[in-house]
């Protein structure tokens, strides 16, 4: 079999190491001649699991026992509610970022459930920028931004610094990078690009900013019922939070975070400079706000675009077909895909220039 | 490696077959070279399955386009607000049977949300029985039943003859057994007891109960948003919902419906003999309600538990320990058991006696 270059959007590569592992789960896991997918949650081989899921996240974010982490199921998309539901009083204000869809549909989930402000958006300029300079509003409840965005290829470089909770989905790129963990209040991502497979949602959450909205919450909504329950107040999505635990393993075994960021620096370097090299491509986004993850660049000439596809599927790179609010390309640079991927890709945009360039 | 009886309450026993093909799209998903962790859930090939997935349950309900089907995150507990949110208007009242510990937690649910009336209940004999001959209340917006009680090992053999909406929580026996599905206007069920493994939850409703409430929604919580997304307003359970189709599949090849009743019927009737046989064991409910999924039974001499323990475990049986609030034994006869692990189960009941009756 020909290796396959994975840059999909999400859901996105896994190490093959972890891919291994997780089939072999299916048949016999933790030498109990069963498979994970028939094993009971409360079983104490997979108790260990979900104790290991939430500790490694908190060692990863170099973060105390004054935080908690949970993994939900319904995606990041059902954290926009209950985000606001958590945290946003019944007469308070939350304040947002908008930097693209997913800020967008954040912000529509907000605004059900109370006070939203958008305090700042790049929406102007089809979110091909992050907003800079703005205001934070000192009374607010909260802040809530999204640290990349997936779609426009744009990612924040520097954090806001804020006096009120900080809360930003890390969908995109969690762990892809050194953040202070601590200037946040809650951190959420679904797992799908660079934590494991499709399925679960992580949140972790200070516990100094719960319990404080006076309203009476759903169950399933309520993150202190989950903290309560350690992630088991009901059945949880086994088997994703068990690759993801495998995910996170293998983070940590090569040299977490500060060996994954020189890994994702030097695969955007690369694609980068090819892009502003070469004289058939684009990139789509404001230079100083490019995501080391979500690679978008458009051809000069789009009618050229029959012959690169036919190139890049030659060279067995799969995934690389834009967003259609974007259209072109975008090459998807999580934490599992090698150098040598993004290296294919530099290797046939060079042989496209040398073909049609001129 | 010895096979083990593996009689687990939930998440529980998967046909071997599909475990077999879960494990090897880890690897290499329908000749991609690729993972079915790590491709989009837009991907064609990804797009099948959720469209199988949603069409084979329809299938084996035997019901037409009048209905919906959905897959979606967060389990049950979920659907216990989800129905509610979007069956129960504003000034309307939800009736609801109390079976149960999950019935219980659905009540509380509704409860938040509107007008709930507990119509029937039996708590009063610990739930070891079906209530029957109780109104149903002709103005309330639906009635809530819960077909199976994992925990007390209960279940409904006739289902209430409702003029209004009925809605019924199948986790634990769905597709265990014929039902009219025609009489229900919504079917919920968590997948990991019959249909898959944990991490996704299918919903089938008849359309025309929507959109009554008055309510204005969160998107996650509103059926008409992922019926319109095709269960892919947000990415889905990607994994989960492939093994549930796996599942589907097998059973719909072995004969369907038809014939897992008829294995159901012969596995629950050779364990329920032997306990009304045997001197040493009792069951721990009205006989009439006893389920065909969940059988619990206790010792007349609980001091000798540990005997019987050390039997059941030396013949590689797994998972039939009592649950907390019943205690004894129960064992779960999910539709991928076979007879076979049934018969070693009454062998080793047999041998005990034997050794420990009188």
Redesign the interface.
């Known amino acids: 079999?020909?290796?396959?270059h994975?840059f999909?959007?999400?859901?996105?590569?896994?190490p093959q190491e972890v891919?291994?592992q997780?089939?072999?789960a299916?048949?016999?896991f933790d030498n109990?001649?069963?498979?994970l997918?028939?094993?009971?949650?409360r079983s104490k081989n997979y108790e260990k699991v979900m104790d290991e899921a939430r500790s490694i996240v908190k060692e990863l974010f170099e973060v105390g026992d004054d935080y908690e982490v949970m993994y939900?199921?319904?995606?990041?998309?059902?954290q926009?509610?209950m985000v606001p539901y958590n945290l946003l009083r019944e007469n308070g204000t939350a304040a947002y970022v908008n930097t693209g869809v997913w800020a967008s549909?954040a912000i529509?989930?907000a605004k059900?459930?109370g006070n939203t402000k958008v305090i700042a958006s790049s929406e102007d300029k089809k979110f091909n920028y992050i907003p800079k300079g703005y205001e934070i509003p000192a009374d607010a409840d909260y802040l809530h931004i999204t640290s990349n965005n997936t779609i426009y290829g744009t990612q924040l470089h520097n954090f806001p610094k804020s006096s009120i909770p900080l809360v930003c989905d890390m969908s995109s790129d969690i762990f892809s990078r050194k953040v202070n963990a601590k200037d946040f209040s809650l951190i959420y991502a679904?797992a799908?690009k660079n934590m494991?497979?499709?399925?679960?949602t992580m949140v972790m959450v200070k516990k100094d900013v719960l319990g404080k909205t006076g309203r009476?919450?759903?169950?399933?909504?309520d993150y202190q019922v989950h903290i309560k329950g350690g992630s088991m107040?009901?059945?949880?999505?086994?088997?994703?939070i068990y690759?993801t635990l495998l995910t996170l393993q293998w983070l940590k075994k090569n040299g977490g975070i500060a060996w994954i960021e020189g890994v994702n620096n030097a695969k955007a370097q690369a694609l980068y400079n090819e892009i502003d090299r070469n004289s058939l491509f684009y990139g789509t986004t404001a230079v100083e706000d490019r995501s080391k993850m979500n690679v978008c660049f458009l051809l000069h000439k789009p009618e050229l675009e029959t012959e690169f596809d036919k190139l890049w599927k030659e060279a067995n790179i799969?995934?690389i077909r834009g967003h259609r609010d974007v259209g072109g390309y975008r090459a998807s640079l999580y934490n599992?895909l090698p150098l040598e991927s993004v290296n294919v890709l530099v290797d046939v945009m060079q042989h496209f220039e040398k073909k049609f360039g001129q």
Chains 1, 2 share one sequence.
Do not use: D, R
Request: net charge positive.
């Open positions: 079999m020909n290796k396959v994975n999909s959007a999400g859901p996105g590569i896994l891919l291994k997780a089939s072999e299916c048949i016999n109990l001649n069963l498979s997918l028939e094993i009971s949650h939900l199921g319904g995606g990041a998309s059902l926009f509610a549909k529509k989930e059900m459930i679904g799908q494991g497979p499709a399925g679960s009476k919450m759903l169950s399933m909504l107040y009901n059945t949880p999505p086994v088997f994703p690759v799969s995934g599992a």
